[in-house]
């Protein structure tokens, strides 16, 4: 895990002294932000990095007190490269002061009710803990500014695409394995939601021109007429392109929900200082979350060594240690990242709902199937999910004595990339389903799980589950919250022992 952590940022580090440079002329990181975001003006980009700023300074005074100082002079700043997934590559050093989160663009007014929902909860704390003279200034000058600023706040409902389907070009600058998985990353969303999307090469209203920038990122939501979204060298992977256009569409850090309490907490002694900033929450006025309830498997979620000083380090933790390694995860789209872009542009889009089961729900696209939980299969979502390149899964039922499951070619030769196995274990009505694993446990070990076996024991089988790999088997048993419980397999990058586990009703 850590050699793998080296390497990464070892890439990271090698990448950025080679690729700033272009025919031997640096290219200034604004430059690339004015060419391929041509909606925000000069004084735009100038009131968003002096928010930026802002916002930086005053959440380093809250998170680490007065007397630490935070380092505003950028161009001086020698920062080391930072990531937010270690299965999503940091943005350049050059480009990472203009961005927000590691790989959001802000306008001015998101950054500005950003800030203004920072210093709304500074007051508060204020007005209970003894007071911070220095902070009284700051705090004063961002109110006039604020003040200034007539426009309506900013929320999810405006920045949403009114026009299908949603136009986009491809940049000359773009690789050729670039190309080809933004095309599947946008054939997944469009599989999986009523959102059509059209390559074209004059566009004829708003759009999202895909090009290579020094990082992945992307603005939040529709801007208007042509907006950029980076995908940059390393980015090339659909479930990082995903989740560049989950920002597109409008969708905001999984982390950054004002719910996130719920599920995680922060080691705030193990951020480098200066990105603290990165780690607040939205306010409920900016995000709209229809009901959707926080995922940790949510392809908009950070890793657990976001911005870490240190990387064996988390700074990131979630409050069930056994979800520690199901966030950050970049393969895909989690069930619940497709329900509410599908809530959002999607209602009543059917003339028929199907009676879906276990938390399914009509495709809006289709109309002709349902679209399921992770795990459930079916036109109905009334069965387990079909395997991918291997013979394994199934309905099972729990009885009083133990049954056994295991990964494919358990234990030799093991398992092979890219396989699939879902489990639906059964108890009967009234009853739970407790499992645990035995014998040899292996899994190709990284901070967030490539290759896995994930555990759905919660009463909402929605929800991404536990997800265990590396070498050590974990010990505890796990109990399922109702009568369902789904484990499922799955290999994305490598080959190794796998699992067996043991199963009854309790
Ligand atoms: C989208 O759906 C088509 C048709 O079912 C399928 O062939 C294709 O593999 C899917 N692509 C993605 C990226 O899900
Ligand atoms: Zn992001």
């Known amino acids: ?61 809250r998170f680490y007190g007065k007397d630490s100082v935070a380092v505003a002079q950028h161009s001086t700043d020698m920062r080391p490269s930072v990531s937010i997934s270690i299965a999503q590559p940091g943005v350049q050093v050059p480009i ?46 961002s109110s006039m500014l604020l003040s200034r600023d007539k426009r309506s706040l900013y929320s999810s409902e ?13 940049h000359d600058s773009l690789s050729v394995d670039a190309v080809t ?11 999986h939601t009523c959102l059509t999307f059209e390559k074209v090469s004059e566009p004829e209203r708003d759009y999202i021109e895909f090009f290579r920038g020094q990082g992945c990122y992307s603005m939040i939501g529709r801007v208007g007429g042509r907006q950029g979204v980076s995908i940059g060298d390393g980015c090339e992977r659909t479930g990082t392109i995903e989740h560049e256009i989950g920002h597109a569409l409008g969708l905001w850090h999984e982390q950054a929900r004002p719910d996130a309490d719920c599920c995680i907490v922060l080691e705030p002694d193990n951020i480098i200082n200066n990105f603290i900033s990165d780690f607040l929450q939205r306010s409920w006025e900016e995000v709209l979350t229809y009901g959707i309830p926080y995922d940790m498997g949510s392809v908009m979620h950070y890793g657990s060594t976001a911005f870490t000083n240190d990387w064996s380090k988390k700074t990131v933790l979630t409050r069930d240690a056994r979800y520690q390694r199901t966030i ?19 209602p009543k889009h059917c003339d028929i709902d199907l009676p879906c089961f276990n938390g399914g729900y009509t495709h809006p696209g289709k109309c002709d199937g349902c679209i399921c939980p992770d795990g459930f299969g079916g036109i109905v979502c009334d069965r387990h999910e079909q395997p991918k390149n291997a013979q394994c899964g199934g309905m099972l039922p729990a009885l009083e004595q133990w049954a056994e499951i295991t990964s494919p070619g358990y234990p030799h030769p093991g ?8 489990w639906i274990l059964r108890a009967p009505q009234g009853k739970r389903v407790e499992l645990e694993f035995i014998d040899r446990f292996q899994f190709f070990c990284t901070t967030t799980c490539l290759d896995f076996v994930e555990v759905k024991a919660s009463a909402d089988v929605k929800l991404t589950g536990f997800r265990y790999c590396c070498f050590e088997r974990p010990t505890e048993a796990v109990v399922s919250e109702l009568a369902d419980m789904i484990v499922i397999f799955r290999s994305t990058v490598s080959r190794d022992v796998g699992f067996k586990a043991r199963f009854r009703y309790s």
């Not at 940022?9 to 060419?35: K, M, S």
């Not at 405006?158 to 491809?170: C, E, L, V």
């Not at 398992?415 to 879902?422: A, E, M, P, T």
């Open 158 to 170: 405006k920045a949403r695409w009114k026009n299908f389907p949603i136009q986009y070009t491809f």
């Open 415 to 422: 398992y092979n990339i890219d396989q699939k196995c879902s």
């Open 328 to 346: 950050g995860q970049r393969e895909r789209l989690s069930f619940y990242d497709v329900q509410v872009i599908n809530k959002a542009y999607c």
């Open 1 to 61: 895990m850590k050699a793998y952590a080296k390497f990464c940022l070892l890439v990271v580090v090698l990448a950025c002294g080679l690729t700033v440079f272009v025919d031997g002329a640096p290219i200034p990181p604004d430059h690339e932000l004015r060419q391929h975001f041509p909606s925000l003006s000069n004084n735009d980009f100038a009131e968003m990095t002096n928010l930026l700023d802002q916002i930086k300074q005053v959440a380093h005074d």
């Open 96 to 141: 990472s002061r203009y961005l927000f989160e590691g790989d959001i663009l802000l306008s001015p007014l998101q950054a500005n009710v950003i800030l203004r929902n920072l210093l709304r909860v500074l007051r508060k704390n204020r007005r209970r803990r003894s007071s911070w003279p220095a902070l009284k200034q700051l705090i004063t000058s």
């Open 181 to 191: 998985e933004i095309g599947l990353a946008i054939d997944y969303w469009m599989n």
